[in-house]
């Protein structure tokens, strides 16, 4: 996503954010996402390291519509960490679209030379955390999200 089409979404403007990136948005798009791309518009404009590290839209191979968006939470940390988040859309999902768009932000973090990857999950979502254990991030703890409550935290190294 770049800034252009995420201002465009959160203006009002679909037409024009599926024409920049050449996609179709679902009509009930960006629903709760709103939240996630202000921020991401924030970061983008303020901080322009951050753009590579944010959300990317996620498309089935040969097909315009968009099915669901993966990203970072930001760039790696000091210690090299990046943390993943994806969400594919209901009418998408249990095909294994989420794990393949997680596999695919490894393989670029790693490109990039990130050292540890991290994911946040709800404790009641077991689809998710099923995809990050086969991953192979292991549970390191828990924390708690001012926006999403308890958290459960997994981890593991490139």
Known sequence: MTPAFIAAVLEGRKD???RLLGITIPPYWPDEDIRYL???LKDMSEAGQHAPWRARVVTLTGDTRMIGHAGFHGPPNEE???EV???????HRG???ATEAARRLLDFARELGATRFRASVSPDNAPSIA???KLGLEQIGEQMDEIDGLEL???RPV
């Open 131 to 133: 995809i990050i254990r």
């Open 80 to 82: 090299g960490m990046v």
């Open 38 to 40: 202000e921020l991401w």
């Open 153 to 155: 935290v997994f981890e």
């Open 16 to 18: 024009e954010a599926e």
């Open 85 to 91: 988040g994806y969400t594919i859309f209901p009418e």
């Open 95 to 97: 095909n294994g679209y």
